[in-house]
């Protein structure tokens, strides 16, 4: 089926779509090596024409215009409401992956976008070389909900890890001014995801996301996660400036940190000077039922990451640091030219007021223990389910065999979900505003498509 002209006309051409016999169309073959219409180079017919748009043709333009960084499902979604997607020929999907964690609002909540199109008809972008309200409105907030004190803002996760690297070595050196040699080191664990810049990805502990760009930064130690007798001798060495730990790992597989494991961390980086940075880029802003993953625990760190669902969708990060911390960075030791933008502040605001509320938090608790222990009840007898784990609305079915061809098949009935870990977990991140019959809707789909595991394990 061809693409919608009017669906195509409302989102990217609004000024010339319309109603009526009247109404100007676009035609364009898209065997074109270029987009004239787009490029201007075109004159426009007031006839009434289609756009003839199959989703074909737009994953071969694609593949053609694009670095292949990304194994993309054969899916072209073009609209989302609510906790619902939509594709091209209108098939609606419910979404389990929130754009993977990053849309906890759901798709199209109207005081996400209140916000953003009030800021936009104001004030987008004027850089950190000047002041902005939006951006002190949600530095506040941030440190009045968090252990924090000052806050530096980024545009994504692996930003906001890359600066929390920068920030451990200075804070060292500041600490250290007369030694020679300082604490540079960092300790990362098993199964951790950290980003993927330079940096960042060093802290990573999957190889091969690592080993095509050796050499990358030295000093970094992994170490099993939950292990803390090793973590404790090596944070005791005193060349450790920094630990960098998940209290929920996402990509990794869906795997919670223990009480003592992160109490052994706070108490060793006391001992030896070292900094705890706890990196809930994908596990922190509500998603576990509390704003910061880390306050289950009762367990609060020098630094802290921020990304993924700040800003409901535009590009954020954040790194909150204590006063200790913050008095070592001076100015010029890091920056951004976007970071921080009125825009993006404005709609992390509006994101931030609705998530902190405590009812909103206890809904998600509620909704994700509802949501475990239907999973548990429905999959759990099957062969291939060895575990449901997670808290909130972070989940992961274990499975002992690859989950793609589960989620390929959820896909083909209407469902979205991840995969994590080893590629053998299902990883279920909805919108926070997800219903309990949405939830129900979900479970049965999972269900119903469980048969193809025994086909995926046979081959």
Avoid at 99 to 104: F, H, Q, R, W
Wanted: charged share 20%; hydrophobic share 40%; glycine share 8%.
């Amino acid at each position: 089926m061809s693409y919608s002209s009017s669906i195509f006309l409302n989102n990217c051409f609004p000024s010339l779509s319309g109603s009526g016999s009247g109404s100007t169309r676009l035609h364009h073959s898209f065997t074109n090596a270029k987009f004239p219409f787009i490029a201007g180079r075109a004159s426009l017919s007031m006839e009434a024409q289609t756009v003839d748009l199959s989703k074909e043709v737009i994953m071969e333009e694609f593949n053609k215009y694009f670095v292949g960084t990304y194994a993309r499902a054969p899916l072209v979604l073009s609209s989302g409401k609510g906790c619902k997607l939509y594709d091209m020929e209108g098939r609606e999907y419910l979404d389990l992956t929130s754009g993977i964690a990053v849309n906890a609002l759901g798709h199209g909540d109207p005081d996400w976008i209140n916000a953003v199109t009030q800021q936009a008809n104001v004030l987008t972008h004027v850089s950190n070389v000047y002041y902005s309200l939006p951006q002190l409105e949600l530095a506040k907030r941030l440190v009045a909900s968090s252990f924090a004190d000052r806050v530096f803002f980024s545009n994504s996760g692996t930003e906001a890890n890359e600066a929390a690297i920068k920030f451990a070595r200075k804070f060292q050196k500041f600490s250290h001014p007369d030694e020679k040699q300082p604490p540079v080191e960092f300790i990362a664990f098993s199964n951790c995801f950290h980003g993927r810049t330079m940096g960042a990805v060093a802290l990573t502990s999957k190889e091969q996301y690592r080993s095509p760009f050796e050499p990358v930064m030295p000093g970094v130690t992994f170490l099993e996660y939950g292990n803390v007798q090793a973590a404790k001798e090596l944070i005791q060495s005193g060349k450790i400036a920094a630990v960098f730990v998940e209290p929920i790992q996402g990509e990794g597989g869906i795997y919670s940190a223990t009480k003592d494991f992160l109490q052994s961390l706070r108490t060793a980086c006391d001992s030896a000077g070292s900094l705890l940075v706890f990196d809930e880029v994908q596990c922190g802003l509500g998603r576990t039922g509390h704003l910061w993953a880390h306050e289950a625990y009762d367990i609060y760190p020098d630094i802290m990451t921020l990304a993924k669902p700040l800003a409901g969708g535009l590009p954020i990060g954040a790194v909150l640091v204590t006063e200790r911390v913050a008095a070592a960075i001076n100015y010029g030791d890091h920056g951004s030219t976007f970071a921080g933008g009125p825009l993006v502040c404005n709609a992390a605001v509006a994101v931030l007021d609705k998530i902190s509320k405590p009812g909103f938090l206890a809904s998600v608790t509620k909704k994700g223990q509802y949501f475990r222990e239907l999973l548990v009840k429905k999959l759990g007898g099957n062969s291939h389910v060895r575990e449901v784990r997670g808290v909130g609305l972070i989940i992961g079915v274990d499975l002992d065999v690859p989950a793609s061809p589960l989620v390929e098949a959820c896909q083909q009935s209407g469902l979205l979900v991840l995969t994590a870990g080893k590629g053998n977990v299902v990883r279920l991140v909805p919108p926070l505003t997800i219903t309990e019959q949405e939830l129900d809707h979900a479970a049965e789909i999972l269900f119903n498509c469980l048969p193809v595991l025994d086909k995926s394990a046979n081959n």
